[in-house]
């Protein structure tokens, strides 16, 4: 029995790990969950699950459980609240794997927790690799802390990657293993065949309607400037231990092949499958082996053409920052997370224009691209400024 606590429980990625655990009663137990304020939802998964703890981020929602939960006799459900708390579920002894499903920066430190504490860690939550790049992957090294990707193209490039580099996330020399390229592959979002001016009349409803997949608000928009893909590509850097000269991004509108390892022998190995994140937390969660996932296999016969094209980076200039920051080190890396969740958030309150993200996040990378940052500490504080500054931005655009 894998005993699990799931950071980030009620979002898409927390739903589809249940999901699975669902059709798993006698693989799986979950000891802890969290999130921040959706108190409804974490009600019924106490009542499916019985957790042994939960955190609400929020306190008052936090104590809106506890007293829902009395009502139905729950109360042996130890409810806490605040950020630190994540810390604790996360590192628990009582607890094998992680699943890191937390969106943003805040799921930072929980993540790391969970890794200096040598846990099978499921990452989801990219932005905690892309804010704190190599200080992350040494604590994994440190710890010895299981690191699986849960991000469907980071999962396919792993299913894809020989035994030896499967052991070693972060710090293989896949130069060593054969490989000679990595092929990250994205649908291109919503807006792929949009003429450039049409950008600017994007509402945060069109962004969040990404034509394959359903995921959260915040990677939804990601998905449609391509942040997302550059934040993978940043990922892909530190979880396989790249130059970003190795990575290629490849657009493949219908994201079936979810992303390609090439070999020095010609040979290219992909990963295919429908769009549903169901597949890749089923691998990690029972990796080495197998287990079904829910997800209907993959129909050849009525699948759509496989279409693969260049990248426009004109049309997706928030991509072509993250490779930029990805070759300029690591305080651009976490200056463009930062304000790009500042900028996001913006967009999704409708206070600026979808075409205003890429401005937002390029006007923050240059002012703190050359920032040295080689602490948590010291990325936590740049992290801290960036939003400040990304936030003034919007608030008072005169200094755009
Ligand atoms: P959602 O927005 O659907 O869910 C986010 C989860 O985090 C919720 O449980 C939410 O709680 C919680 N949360 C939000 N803010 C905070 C905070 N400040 N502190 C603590 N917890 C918080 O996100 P997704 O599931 O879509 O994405 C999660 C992560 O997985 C992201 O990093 C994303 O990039 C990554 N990912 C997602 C994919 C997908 O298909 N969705 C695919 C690949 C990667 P509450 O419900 O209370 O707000
Ligand atoms: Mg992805």
Redesign the pocket.
Known sequence: MQTLCIL???????RSTLDVVRLHPEKFNVVSL?????VD?MFEQCIEFKPQKVVM?SKQHAEILADKLKRVNLSEIIVTSG?LE?ELIAQDSATDTVMA????A??LLSTLAAVKAGKKVLL????ALVTSGAIFIEAVKQSGAQLLP???EHNAIFQCLPLNAQQQPGYCDLSHEGVSKVLLTGSGGPFRTWALNELETVTPAQACAHPN?D?????SVDSATMM?KGLEFIEAKWLFNLEPEDIQVVLHPQSTIHSMVQYKDGSVLAQMGNPD?RTPIAHALSFPQRIESGVEPFDFFNAKSFEFEAVDFIKYPNLKLAIDACKSGQGACTALNAANEIAVDAFLNEKIKFTDIAKINETSVKKFVSEKVTSIEEVVALDRSVRVFAQSLITEPEHK
Do not use: P, Y
């Open positions: 980030g429980s009620t979002g898409s990625i927390g969290s999130a921040h304020s959706s939802l981020v950020i994540l499903a937390i969106v943003g805040s799921g989801a939550n990219k932005e849960i991000d469907s997949w995921m959260g608000r915040k990677i997302n994140m």
